[in-house]
C-alpha cells in the first residue's frame, strides 16, 4: 500500500478528480489516500503560495503527490504553485507522453506515440538576469552535470520500463557547445550503460521540423528544459489531443502527476468535464510506484472506452462517436472495460515491468582546474573596436595581454569587419603568455587599472581548463 497526497484543485478538479480515483481504485490500485487543500481557496485566505505549510509537510511525507489542475487568482502577486512546487520538491523531470487516438481524434499523424521527457529546473529557466548596458540584457544558461545525468537517466529508465525501443537527444551543441554540449556528452556516457536500447541524437532545429512532420520516427525524446517546454507542447496539439494529456514531474525524493489542461471554472459542477488528462496523470504515477499492472489495466480500458466511441462533449464528434456522456458516465464507462483491451487502437503491456531505478547522483572526481585568462565586460558606447583595443592595452600587465575583444560573441578584434553591427557591450579577453601563470590578484590588478583609466567594467567571466581542457567558447570567427 503506498500512501498518495490528493488534491482536488478547483473549477472542474473535484469533478475529474473523484472519477480519476474512483477507477484506478476499481482497478486495484494499492494506496492509502490523503487529502489536502490547494489553490483558489488557500490563494484567497491570504496565501500568496497556494498551499499551507502543513500541507507541504504532508506532500513532503508521503512522496507521491496526484493533484488536480487549480486557479491561480489574477494579480495580487499570486505565484503558480506548480513552479513552486516543481522548485522546492526538486522535480528534475518532466515526463509528458504525447499519443494520437486515430480515428477516434483528429489528428493529422494518426501513429503519433513520444514522450517527451524535460529536464526541468535549470537551463534558461534558472530565471537568472542582468540589464548590463543600455543596450544589452543577459540571461545565464545554467547546465550542469548533475542535472544532465538525473533527466537523461530518467529517460532511459522510462524506456526499459514501458519496452520502448529507442531514446533521442535534442541539443543546439553545434552553437552551444559548452553548455548544450555537456547535455549531449552525458547523453553519449549513459546511453552506454543501456545497450538494448537504441540511441540517437538530432540538432533541435532540424529534430523539432521532423517531429511536427514525422512523429512517428521517434519513441522517447529527452532534451534541455527551453527546448522541452516548447516541443511539449507542440507534440500535444499536433496528437489532436491536448486535453487528454497527463504528466508526471519526478525528482529523487518526491513526484507530481497532473494533467496539462487548466481548471476550466466555465465547466466546474456541471458533470461534463472529460477526466482522461488526470487519469493519464494517475496511470503515470501508478507506473512510478511499481504497480504496473493496474496502470496496464486501467490504459487498455480507457483506450477500450475511447474506441467504443464513448466521449465526453470535448472529443465528441457525429459519425465518429456513438455516445456522449459526462463525467460520471464516462468514469463508470472505463471501470466496465477493466480487464478489455482494443482492438484498433494499440493497447499496451507493461509485463514484468518494475518501478523505476533511479539512483542518487555520485558526484565525480574534480578534474585539474587551471586559471588561464578573464573575459572583462565593458559598457563602451562607440562603435570603432579599434579604439577600444587601444583604451584596453593600457591597462595590461607584464606578460598578460589582451587577446581578443567580441561584442555579442563576433570577434570585432583583432581583424574585424567593418560591416559587423556593434551594441554598446563588449567583451575583452585578457590571456597569460605561455610564459607567465595567472591569478586572481592579476584579474583584480587589471580592474583597478580599468578603473584608473575610466573603463566602465560591468562583469567579469574567469576563463579556466579542466584537466587541459578548455572551459569556455572561442569567439565567433576566431
Same mark, same amino acid.
Given at each position: ?407 555579442? #560573441? ?64 572561442? #569567439?565567433?570567427?576566431?
Amino acid at each position: 500500500m503506498t500512501k498518495v497526497t490528493v488534491a482536488k484543485g478547483d473549477g472542474i478538479g473535484p469533478e475529474i478528480m473523484d472519477a480519476t480515483l474512483e477507477i484506478i481504485l476499481a482497478a486495484g490500485a494499492k494506496i492509502d489516500i490523503e487529502e489536502i487543500e490547494v489553490g483558489e481557496k488557500v490563494y484567497l485566505a491570504g496565501n500568496t503560495s497556494g498551499i499551507s505549510n502543513e500541507s507541504w509537510d504532508i506532500i513532503r511525507r508521503n512522496k507521491i503527490f496526484l493533484k488536480a489542475p487549480i486557479t491561480t487568482p489574477q494579480g495580487g502577486g499570486y505565484k503558480s504553485l506548480n513552479v513552486t512546487t516543481r522548485k522546492f520538491l526538486g522535480l528534475y523531470s518532466n515526463v509528458r507522453p504525447c499519443m494520437s487516438l486515430h480515428p477516434f481524434v483528429d489528428t493529422k499523424h494518426p501513429v503519433m506515440d513520444i514522450v517527451i521527457v524535460r529536464e526541468n529546473e535549470e537551463d534558461l529557466y534558472a530565471g537568472i538576469e542582468h540589464q548590463q548596458t543600455d543596450e544589452v540584457v543577459q540571461c545565464l544558461k545554467l547546465i550542469s552535470r548533475p542535472g544532465c545525468e538525473k533527466i537523461i537517466r530518467y529517460a532511459f529508465e522510462y524506456a526499459k520500463q514501458q519496452n520502448r525501443k529507442k531514446v533521442t537527444c535534442f541539443t543546439k551543441d553545434n552553437i552551444m557547445k559548452q553548455t548544450d554540449g555537456l547535455f549531449h556528452q552525458v547523453f553519449d556516457e549513459i546511453a552506454k550503460e543501456y545497450p538494448k536500447i537504441e540511441n540517437e541524437h538530432w540538432i533541435i532545429d532540424i529534430g523539432a521540423a521532423k517531429m511536427a512532420d514525422t512523429p512517428e520516427a521517434f519513441d522517447v525524446l529527452v532534451m534541455p528544459n527551453l527546448y522541452g517546454d516548447v516541443l511539449s507542447d507542440i507534440a500535444a496539439q499536433i496528437t489532436g489531443s491536448v486535453g487528454l494529456a497527463g504528466s508526471a514531474n519526478i525528482g529523487e525524493e518526491c513526484s507530481m502527476f497532473e494533467a496539462i489542461h487548466g481548471s476550466a471554472p466555465r465547466r466546474a459542477g456541471q458533470n461534463v468535464a472529460n477526466p482522461s488528462g488526470l487519469l493519464q496523470g494517475a496511470i503515470m504515477m501508478l507506473n512510478h510506484i511499481g504497480q504496473t499492472d493496474v496502470a496496464e489495466k486501467v490504459q487498455n480500458a480507457w483506450l477500450k472506452t475511447l474506441e467504443d466511441g464513448t466521449h465526453t462533449y470535448d472529443i465528441f464528434k457525429e459519425g465518429t462517436s456513438k455516445q456522449k456522456v459526462g463525467t460520471k458516465e464516462f468514469a463508470q464507462a472505463v471501470i466496465a472495460n477493466l480487464g478489455h483491451k482494443p482492438s484498433t487502437l494499440k493497447p499496451v503491456s507493461y509485463a514484468n515491468s518494475a518501478a523505476l531505478n533511479l539512483p542518487k547522483y555520485i558526484r565525480k572526481p574534480a578534474a585539474k582546474k587551471e586559471l588561464v585568462g578573464v573575459d572583462i565586460f565593458v559598457h563602451w558606447p562607440q562603435t570603432n573596436p579599434d579604439e577600444l583595443a587601444a583604451k584596453m592595452k593600457k591597462i595590461e600587465l607584464e606578460g598578460i595581454h589582451l587577446s581578443m575583444i567580441t561584442n555579442r #560573441g563576433i570577434k570585432v578584434w583583432p581583424d574585424g569587419f567593418k560591416e559587423t553591427f556593434c551594441t554598446d557591450h563588449w567583451r575583452c579577453r585578457f590571456k597569460p603568455n605561455e610564459s607567465t601563470t595567472m591569478s586572481k590578484m592579476d584579474i583584480a590588478q587589471l580592474l583597478k587599472n580599468a578603473i584608473e583609466k575610466d573603463i566602465d567594467t560591468i562583469k567579469t567571466e574567469n576563463l579556466y581548463t579542466f584537466d587541459d581542457k578548455a572551459g569556455y567558447s572561442l #569567439g565567433q570567427g576566431q
